[in-house]
C-alpha cells in the first residue's frame, strides 16, 4: 500500500491525535523521572493524591474546560501541561507532512516508520528539554538511549548512512566537551557547560551528523543568548529554577556532599554574567528546526555559497 492509498485528511488527524496522546504521557515523564519515579504506574494523579478521571485527562480540551484548575480539589494546573501536549499534537503532524503526506507514492509502512522513529527520538529530546529548564539536568536515559536509536534507525533514514551518524555522534560530543568542559575548566577552574549537553550534541550527532551538530549549536547559542538577554532586560536578573535552589537546601540540610559541577552545588551569582541558564532546551530548539527546516536550510545555503 502506497500512501496516496489513504486520504491525507485520516493520515493527518491520526497524526494530530497520536501527538496530543504522546504529549499527555511526555508530562508524566517530566513530572516523575528527575525524582526517579515510575512512570508507568501508579496511574496519573492529582497533587492531592486523587486519581484524574478519564474525562479530566483529556489533552488540552480538559485543561481549558477546567480552567487550569483540579476538578477535585481546585488546585492549580501548570499551562505547561497543555502546552507539551500541542507540542506533541504539532510535532506529529508537521513530521507526517514532512515525511508520509508530502510523498504520496512511498510505500505507506516505511514511510511511517520512518516518521515514528523520528517522532520518537523528537519526543524524547521535548522531555529533556523541560526537564532541564527545571532541574538543569539532562537524563542519561534520553540522551543516550536516544543515541542508541538514532544509530539503530539509519536504515530507515535515507539521508544519513551509519558511518556519518557514529562520525556525528563523536563530533556531537567533542564540540562541547573539549572546549567548554576540559579547556574552560582548565582556564576557569569550573566547566563553562554540563556534561549533559556534550551528551545531547552526542544524540544530536548521531541522529543527524555533524552538520546538525554544527547548526544546533549555532542556532542554540544564538537562541539562548537573546532568550537570556530579554529575561534579564524584563526582570533585571535571571533565577534560577526552583526545584534546583530546593535540591540544593536539602542536600545541605542533609549533609550530603556536592559535585561542583553539578548545578544544585552552589546558587548563581548576581548579574547576567553569573547566571547559569540551562542551555538544553535552546539546543533542543534547534534540532527540531533542523529536522523540520534542514532540507530547506541546506538547499539555500549551497545555492548561496555556489553564486
Known amino acids: 500500500m502506497r500512501v496516496v492509498d489513504v486520504p491525507p485528511w485520516l493520515i493527518r488527524s491520526f497524526a494530530i491525535a497520536f501527538g496530543l496522546a504522546i504529549g499527555s504521557f511526555l508530562n508524566v515523564?517530566?513530572?516523575?523521572?528527575?525524582?526517579?519515579?515510575?512512570?508507568?504506574?501508579?496511574?496519573?494523579?492529582?497533587?492531592?493524591?486523587?486519581?484524574?478521571?478519564?474525562?479530566?485527562?483529556?489533552?488540552?480540551?480538559?485543561?481549558?474546560?477546567?480552567?487550569?484548575?483540579?476538578?477535585?480539589c481546585g488546585a492549580s494546573i501548570s499551562i505547561r501541561y497543555p502546552g507539551v501536549e500541542l507540542i506533541g499534537g504539532l510535532l506529529a503532524w508537521a513530521v507526517v507532512e514532512m515525511f508520509v503526506v508530502s510523498l504520496p507514492h512511498a510505500q505507506l509502512l516505511p514511510a511511517v516508520g520512518r516518521?515514528?522513529?523520528d517522532l520518537s527520538i523528537a519526543y524524547g529530546l521535548v522531555a529533556a528539554a523541560f526537564i532541564d529548564l527545571e532541574h538543569m539536568y539532562l537524563p542519561d536515559e534520553i540522551t543516550y538511549g536516544g543515541a542508541v536509536v538514532a544509530v539503530a534507525s539509519v536504515g530507515l533514514r535515507p539521508e544519513i548512512a551509519l558511518k556519518d551518524s557514529l562520525i556525528g555522534a563523536a563530533i556531537g560530543?567533542?564540540?562541547i566537551y573539549v572546549p567548554f568542559i576540559l579547556l574552560y575548566k582548565l582556564l576557569r577552574g569550573k566547566q563553562g557547560m554540563g556534561l549533559g549537553d556534550a551528551k545531547l550534541e552526542l544524540l544530536i550527532g548521531a541522529w543527524f551528523g555533524w552538520p546538525g551538530v554544527l547548526f544546533t549549536l549555532f542556532a542554540g547559542s544564538i537562541q539562548g543568548t537573546l532568550a537570556a538577554l530579554l529575561i534579564y532586560a524584563r526582570h533585571g536578573k535571571i533565577e534560577e529554577p526552583?526545584?534546583?535552589?530546593?535540591?540544593?537546601?536539602?542536600?545541605?540540610?542533609?549533609?550530603?556532599?556536592?559535585?561542583?559541577s553539578d548545578p544544585v552545588a552552589e546558587p548563581p551569582e548576581d548579574g547576567l554574567g553569573g547566571a547559569r541558564v540551562p542551555f538544553g532546551p535552546f539546543l533542543v530548539l534547534g534540532a527540531l528546526e533542523y529536522l523540520l527546516f534542514g532540507p530547506w536550510l541546506l538547499a539555500h545555503w549551497s545555492t548561496f555559497l555556489v553564486q
Open 29 to 72: 515523564v517530566i513530572a516523575r523521572m528527575p525524582r526517579e519515579e515510575s512512570i508507568a504506574h501508579p496511574p496519573s494523579h492529582c497533587v492531592c493524591g486523587k486519581p484524574i478521571a478519564p474525562r479530566d485527562n483529556i489533552p488540552v480540551l480538559s485543561w481549558l474546560l477546567l480552567r487550569g484548575r483540579a476538578r477535585c
Open 115 to 117: 516518521a515514528f522513529v
Open 173 to 175: 560530543v567533542a564540540v
Open 242 to 260: 526552583e526545584a534546583v535552589r530546593r535540591e540544593r537546601e536539602e542536600a545541605i540540610a542533609a549533609g550530603e556532599p556536592l559535585d561542583e
